[in-house]
């Protein structure tokens, strides 16, 4: 069974950087492309960045572009999401997600499976 385990939220000023971790067990890394989604309280699901197997391809939605970024280091079994230049609308829980699709996966129902989140918070 695979599982995901983020680690890195906590609390940051606006302006601040965190780099958050997903740490994949139970299955190889290289075999899943994967997504870092956030959820606000009282907002719906949302992708925050994506990327393929091999790191080729890329996705971030206009919201964090040029902000955020995602990598993986299949070596080490591990997704990252550093995140930059932070706004107290960032503030939400971060999730990665892993998809047995062969391609860069957008879409949350293209996900088969989920990390329990990291709180990440953004004082103003």
């Known amino acids: 069974q695979v599982q995901l385990v983020e680690s890195g939220g906590g609390l940051v000023q606006a302006g601040g950087s965190l780099r958050l971790s997903c740490a994949v067990s139970?299955?190889?890394?290289?075999?899943?492309?994967m997504g870092w989604f956030r959820q606000a309280p009282g907002k719906e699901r949302e992708l925050v960045g994506a990327?393929?197997?091999?790191?080729?391809?890329?996705y971030y939605p206009d919201s964090v572009k040029g902000r955020f970024t995602i990598s993986r280091d299949n070596a080490k079994n591990t997704v990252y999401l550093q995140m930059s230049s932070l706004k107290p609308e960032d503030t939400a829980v971060y999730s990665c997600?892993?998809?047995?699709?062969?391609?860069?996966?957008?879409?949350?129902?293209?996900?088969?499976?989920w990390g329990q989140g990291t709180q990440v918070t953004v004082s103003s």
């Open positions: 997600a892993a998809s047995w699709r062969s391609i860069m996966v957008i879409t949350t129902g293209g996900y088969d499976y």
């Open positions: 990327i393929s197997r091999s790191s080729s391809s890329t």
């Open positions: 139970g299955g190889t890394l290289s075999n899943y492309a």
